[in-house]
């Protein structure tokens, strides 16, 4: 399988536990995206990175929250003194992001997502 | 920042009828507008997308048409089946942030 794939798929911790999530992308893909999603609501976006830097980070997110690329590769995302509010789908995402000049946005492939619960 | 609003939030169709969905944005400075669809259960996947040069695109029985002037975007399902059964989501990039912004997403029922 080539598409993008997250480790692991359900995740149930209690509140204040930390958790670490991975993503792996497809592999010659140079932007990698985590968004969080909760019921009857779109992708909120988390963080992005180009290749092995972090370039984005959403104002909104925690500093409890984390997240690597360490050689470019695949991701982790770690959650650390989990609340309940953190209950949600985490999913990632990975694109190829092309030219210099003028950069171009290109379509996302979505993983199929860590389900994290949080008692 | 940029924000994406979708109407309506439910829809339901008699299978052959057609479907139209509308994506509303703020950033002026967007140029990139994708739809996605996520069945129950599963990962969005991109079905269309659009750029900021473009007013139209088809794709079978799939139609994304962009207004600039009015910042929307409408996503047409024509001859509509069971399986467009899902969750329709659009997003505009946000150039600034070199990122996307999504909509909370539209329910799309087809009625057998």
């Known amino acids: 399988d080539t598409g993008v794939s997250q480790d692991p798929r359900h995740k149930i911790t209690k509140r204040g536990q930390n958790v670490t999530f991975r993503c792996d992308p497809i592999?010659?893909?140079?932007?990698l995206y985590w968004y969080r999603q909760t019921l009857g609501q779109g992708p909120e976006f988390l963080t992005y990175f180009q290749n092995e830097a972090q370039l984005e980070k959403s104002r909104l997110l925690s500093d409890r929250f984390s997240a690597e690329r360490p050689k470019g590769s695949f991701s982790t995302l770690e959650i650390q003194r989990t609340e309940q509010g953190d209950s949600a789908m985490y999913l990632c995402?990975?694109?190829?992001?092309?030219?210099?000049?003028?950069?171009?946005?290109?379509?996302?492939?979505f993983g199929p997502g860590t389900r994290l619960t949080v008692l | 920042g940029e924000n994406v609003e979708q109407h309506p939030s439910t829809l339901s169709v008699q299978e052959g009828d057609s479907a139209v969905i509308k994506c509303t944005y703020s950033d002026s400075a967007s140029n990139y507008f994708p739809w996605y669809k996520q069945e129950l259960g599963k990962r969005p996947q991109l079905i269309i997308d659009i750029r900021s040069n473009v007013g139209e695109k088809k794709d079978q029985r799939i139609a994304v048409t962009l207004n600039k002037t009015a910042k929307h975007f409408s996503l047409h399902i024509t001859e509509t089946q069971p399986e467009d059964s899902a969750v329709y989501f659009c997003?505009?990039?946000?150039?600034?942030?070199?990122?996307?912004?999504f909509g909370k997403g539209n329910q799309v029922v087809v009625i057998p």
């Open positions: 995402a990975s694109s190829f992001r092309t030219g210099r000049v003028e950069p171009k946005m290109n379509e996302q492939f």
């Open positions: 592999s010659e893909h140079n932007r």
């Open positions: 997003a505009a990039s946000i150039p600034r942030e070199d990122r996307l912004a």
